[in-house]
């Protein structure tokens, strides 16, 4: 298929666009940055644009993965989200229907499922987060605008029959958490693989599997994250004493931790859980707290990405 993939230059972009090519697609890439997978230079906002990619390109299929991010909040006005995130979503939309689509995958996140409660983490139990979660009650305007598109996805399966598949994901930044400190970098991004992290290169898989299955699926949304250890009845011991339900789990991870001067998470206060992506999508994340851990205990490379330079590409170089 001939394929529009937004956000080419960005992070997933980059990894998304070479899978797409190796399953046999045409991609056209279109960021509002240049890259090395970006043929058009221009903002998802601009209707013009699009119509004219979409006659230009024969475009068949839309993987709508750019857009503004948690970050970029402190960049960008609220306006800004809205119209990128949110007009932007149904300039494609729209433009996917009237050229006759049967498929179109949007790059949503768990973000939006976290409430200012949920993120305070003062319950007495960790919280288990599916689909079926709510009430949901984003934190700011990037979970606003982000819930807000994954609403044009679901009306445009009801009223267009336009086959719509978002994709909840999980972290899979490579910088730094610009909101965390301690753990830092490569520890904390580790820890994260129990409950709310998975690999770029995952997420893009997950990506051509929807492409894939969208036809099928017709419409879904679906969290996607390395699939966790714990079940729902380890939440309550998780916030209590983490380190006890890993140890369970994986005898030896302490020492793995302790060999590097690392340390395992004390409470862990949510879980993100991917089963539904795997029955129905049947996708499952390749890399697990496991592969962490067989790395550690191997003496191989990390497998995930870290680095705490990396900055978008479409933010001036500092």
Known sequence: MRVLLTGSSGWLGRF???VLRESG????????????DTDVLGSVADRALLERVFAER???????????????????????????????????????VAAGHD???FTSTTSLMISQAIRDEAGDAAVWLDETSGPIEPRNIYGVTKLAAEGLCRIAWLEQGLATIVLRTSRFFPEDDDTHRTPSGENLKANEFLHRRLT???????????LERA????????????????????CAELKRDAAGVI?????????????????????????????????????????????????????????????PAYVSPKEPAR
């Open 247 to 307: 140890a369970r789990a994986f005898p030896d991870a302490a020492a793995l931790y302790a060999a590097r001067n690392w340390t395992l998470p004390t409470s862990i206060g949510r879980v993100y859980d991917a089963e539904r992506a795997e029955r129905v999508l049947g996708f499952r994340c390749e890399t697990d707290f496991a592969a962490v851990l067989a790395a550690l205990r191997d003496g191989a490379p990390l497998p995930f990405a870290h680095d």
């Open 215 to 234: 036809p099928a699926v017709g419409h879904g949304v679906f969290v996607i994250s390395a699939p966790t250890p714990f079940a729902r009845g380890d």
């Open 16 to 18: 998304l666009a070479p």
């Open 58 to 96: 024969g475009i068949e299929a839309v993987i709508h993965a750019g857009g503004l991010h948690k970050p970029d909040i402190a960049r960008y006005s609220a306006q800004t989200f809205v119209e990128v995130n949110v007009t932007g979503t149904l300039n494609l939309i729209e433009c996917a």
């Open 103 to 105: 498929r179109f995958v």
């Open 200 to 210: 770029v290169e995952d997420a893009a898989r997950a990506h051509l599997v929807a």
């Open 25 to 36: 697609h045409a991609v056209t890439g279109l960021d509002v940055a240049p890259g090395v």
